[in-house]
């Protein structure tokens, strides 16, 4: 099994999509939480220090829903 990215086989997809993020306001941790928002591709869940200020990216989009929306119900 291939360990980096730049060895995988043609076509190969990464199929990551759930990522923890520890550090996400972090020097380290913002861009990495940025460019993977910016991605669209994964939910992310940012963990940071009890008491933190430093602000967190914003969302690049709103999150994908899976459950469907219900019609509206007609008032009789």
């Known amino acids: 099994m291939a360990k980096y ?8 997809e990464n199929s ?3 990522i923890a993020i520890v550090g996400a306001g972090g ?3 913002h861009p990495i ?3 993977l928002l910016s ?3 994964h939910t992310l869940l940012a963990l940071t ?3 933190s200020t430093t602000p967190l990216p ?5 999150p994908k829903s ?6 509206p119900r007609q008032q009789p």
């Open 16 to 18: 990551i999509k759930r």
């Open 39 to 41: 991605s669209n591709n």
């Open 49 to 51: 220090r009890k008491g």
């Open 58 to 62: 914003p969302p690049s989009a709103p």
């Open 5 to 12: 990215a730049k060895d995988q086989p043609q076509g190969f």
């Open 27 to 29: 020097t380290i941790g």
């Open 33 to 35: 939480t940025t460019a």
């Open 66 to 71: 899976t459950t469907p929306t219900p019609e």
